[in-house]
């Protein structure tokens, strides 16, 4: 029973450490940025997503060719299968299952490669929001700068997601 009452002691002088720690450094400044919306809006975004779309180009058109084969050889397969010979049907129906499996692991592939080259580029430009924010936090003296996204209130906070843009681009 004594811990119990000595632990709600040492809570109640450790809150009022804390609170009265906050209001001695009250004066520290406080800021928040919408780094979505810079991601969204910045330039960098546009070039990254044209030079990905070209990066990946010949890979998808080969699978666009892919996937057409296949579908004539399943369109065949399906309009003539019961007219043709017992060999030439099971010839085709390998062809279509080996095809099948190539154009499923060359496409699990495509989309592998192409989702991290997206994250490894996502994560440069969030990278230099993220420089051009402590930049405008250390010459503006920000002790802490949070996500606008991450915030339900902040009354004293100053937004600094317009300067960051300006940098940004």
């Known amino acids: 029973m004594k811990v119990k009452k000595w632990l709600y ?15 001695a450094h009250g004066s520290d400044k406080i800021a928040v940025v919408n780094v979505s919306s810079i991601f969204q809006q910045s330039p960098q975004r546009a070039v990254v997503a044209k030079q990905l779309e070209n990066e990946f180009q010949g890979r998808a058109t080969e699978l666009q060719s892919m996937e057409r084969d296949l579908q004539t050889k399943i369109q065949r397969l399906q309009r003539e299968g019961s007219t043709m010979k017992a060999s030439e049907r099971s010839a085709l129906e390998k062809a279509v299952m080996a095809q099948r499996k190539t154009f499923s692991n060359k496409a699990q592939a495509f989309e592998q ?20 924010v402590k930049k405008i936090a250390t010459k503006e003296g920000y002790a802490v700068v949070i996500d606008a996204n ?17 940098q940004v681009k």
Request: charge should be neutral; aromatic fraction near 6%.
């Open 113 to 132: 490669d192409n989702r991290c080259r997206q994250t490894e580029e996502r994560n440069k430009i969030l990278s230099y929001i993220q420089d051009a």
């Open 150 to 166: 991450a915030v339900a209130y902040a009354s004293n906070a100053k937004d600094i997601t317009a300067e960051v843009m300006k």
């Open 9 to 23: 002691a040492a809570g109640i002088v450790g809150f009022a450490l804390v609170t009265t720690a906050g209001t």
